[in-house]
């Protein structure tokens, strides 16, 4: 098997960023799908994560998407109910979803706050849709393309540094005490996200510079997560000028 590619790509801005960044997904979707039946998507929480949903639902390309043949997984969610404005599936159908044809059953998030289960009934509940949307033997689902944001930390998903979640061998984890608000939340873990084929990380400001900078410099996963993020086939880091300022020349990519 190949080594997986790493790539650093640099943009002028971060509104340059989320609309490459959509015509590049709904580029990669339109090729997988002509070569598979289904592709399953992994979406993340994030003012960056959502701007690019907001920029894929603006392209005039969006419906080169057969979104009858696209699943939706979430990374992490907040626990709130089901309609809050911080729940990350209802920004996400507030700026692309409700905008397109996908149906409900395509939509696979995280239960919600108000669903009746307790917060680690409803991390057993993913682990149990995910294990049944895998492939035989397989826990949970290897995601054709998953994306990622990145916190000041280096968090990635709910994932933060130095927390027991990092090591958890299991698919999906309960979090409390969240450095980033809500307090409590649903994660996926190292391994389910390392599991997918293609991770997309989309990292804009000055704030995210030092974690990105550590991460891409070697730092640990325990010191900054996203340092342990690994996708099977490719790993790109879209990232604008203000948080590339201190990733190491030499793994830049060139600017789109
Ligand atoms: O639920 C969440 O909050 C996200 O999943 C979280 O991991 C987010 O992606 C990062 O904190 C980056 O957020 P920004 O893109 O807003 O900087």
Same mark, same amino acid.
């Given at each position: 098997?190949?080594? !997986?590619?790493?790539?650093?790509?640099?943009?002028?801005? =971060?509104?340059?960023?989320?609309?490459?960044?959509?015509?590049?997904?709904?580029?990669?979707?339109?090729?997988?799908? #002509?070569?598979?039946?289904?592709?399953?998507?992994?979406?993340? $929480?994030?003012?960056?994560?959502? $701007?690019?949903?907001?920029?894929?639902?603006? #392209? +005039?390309?969006?419906?080169?998407?057969?979104?009858?043949?696209?699943?939706?997984?979430?990374?992490?969610?907040?626990?709130?109910?089901?309609?809050?404005?911080?729940?990350?599936?209802?920004?996400?159908? *507030?700026?692309?979803?409700?905008?397109?044809?996908?149906?409900?059953?395509?939509?696979?998030?995280?239960?919600?706050?108000?669903?009746?289960?307790?917060?680690?009934?409803?991390?057993?509940?993913?682990?149990?849709?995910?294990?049944?949307?895998?492939? +035989?033997?397989? *826990?949970?689902?290897?995601? *054709?393309?998953?994306?990622?944001?990145?916190?000041?930390?280096?968090?990635?998903?709910?994932?933060? !540094?130095?927390?027991?979640?990092?090591?958890?061998? $299991?698919?999906?984890?309960?979090?409390? *005490?969240?450095?980033? !608000? +809500?307090?409590?939340?649903?994660?996926?873990?190292? !391994?389910?996200?390392?599991?997918?084929?293609?991770?997309?990380?989309?990292?804009?400001?000055?704030? =995210?510079?030092?974690?990105?900078?550590?991460?891409?410099?070697?730092?640990?996963?325990?010191?900054?997560?996203?340092? $342990?993020?690994?996708?099977?086939?490719?790993?790109?880091?879209?990232?604008?000028?203000?948080?590339?300022?201190?990733? +190491?020349?030499?793994?830049?990519?060139?600017?789109?």
């Amino acid at each position: 098997m190949t080594q !997986p590619r790493r790539q650093v790509i640099v943009h002028d801005s =971060k509104d340059a960023l989320v609309d490459s960044v959509a015509g590049r997904f709904i580029a990669e979707i339109v090729s997988l799908q #002509s070569e598979q039946s289904r592709v399953s998507v992994c979406l993340t $929480g994030g003012s960056v994560g959502i $701007g690019v949903l907001a920029a894929v639902a603006a #392209s +005039p390309l969006r419906n080169t998407i057969n979104w009858g043949r696209i699943d939706l997984w979430w990374g992490d969610e907040r626990w709130v109910p089901a309609h809050h404005a911080d729940r990350n599936a209802q920004q996400a159908w *507030d700026a692309l979803l409700g905008s397109v044809e996908v149906p409900e059953a395509n939509l696979h998030a995280f239960p919600a706050a108000d669903s009746g289960l307790t917060l680690d009934e409803a991390a057993v509940k993913y682990a149990e849709d995910l294990r049944s949307a895998a492939a +035989p033997g397989d *826990d949970a689902v290897a995601f *054709d393309l998953l994306f990622l944001g990145v916190g000041p930390d280096g968090h990635v998903a709910s994932l933060f !540094p130095r927390r027991g979640e990092l090591d958890d061998a $299991g698919t999906v984890v309960a979090i409390r *005490d969240s450095p980033k !608000p +809500p307090p409590e939340r649903l994660s996926l873990t190292m !391994p389910v996200i390392n599991k997918a084929q293609r991770v997309w990380l989309v990292v804009a400001g000055q704030d =995210k510079a030092s974690a990105l900078g550590l991460a891409l410099a070697g730092a640990s996963v325990h010191l900054v997560p996203v340092a $342990g993020v690994q996708g099977q086939r490719e790993t790109i880091f879209f990232v604008d000028n203000d948080a590339a300022v201190d990733v +190491p020349r030499e793994l830049i990519d060139g600017n789109d």
